[in-house]
Nanobody, 118 residues
Framework: EVQLVESGGGLVPPGGSLTLSCAASGFTVNSYAMTWVRQAPGKEFEWIAAINSIDDKITYLDSVKGRFTISRDNTKNTVYLQMNSLKPEDTTVYYC???????????WGQGTQVTVSS
């Protein structure tokens, strides 16, 4: 059974940091493009960052470049999103997804809430 489980969300003050984890089972994370997506209430999903399976190419949403870092640990079959210099507008639910390409989302996790507030 394919499963993605996110963890690491929580409450952090503005300027703080969090690291989200996405543990995969039922497939290997280096065989899929892995993506982090977020969705605020009443808004569309927003693609944040992705790492490709073929060439490890990494891409970021402009608003998170320099603040967020996506990485993959094949030995733990886990993908991470290191988030620094967090802003209140980063508050939302974060999901990881796996797909054949960066534009495809075949599998989803359940999401983890990130709240940036003083």
């Amino acid at each position: 059974e394919v499963q993605l489980v996110e963890s690491g969300g929580g409450l952090v003050p503005p300027g703080g940091s969090l690291t989200l984890s996405c543990a995969a089972s039922g497939f290997t994370v280096n065989s899929y493009a892995m993506t982090w997506v977020r969705q605020a209430p009443g808004k569309e999903f927003e693609w944040i960052a992705a790492i490709n399976s073929i060439d490890d190419k990494i891409t970021y949403l402009d608003s998170v470049k320099g603040r967020f870092t996506i990485s993959r640990d094949n030995t733990k079959n886990t993908v991470y999103l290191q988030m620094n210099s967090l802003k209140p507008e980063d508050t939302t639910v974060y999901y990881c997804a796996a797909g054949a390409t960066m534009a495809e989302y075949d599998y989803w996790g359940q999401g983890t809430q990130v709240t940036v507030s003083s």
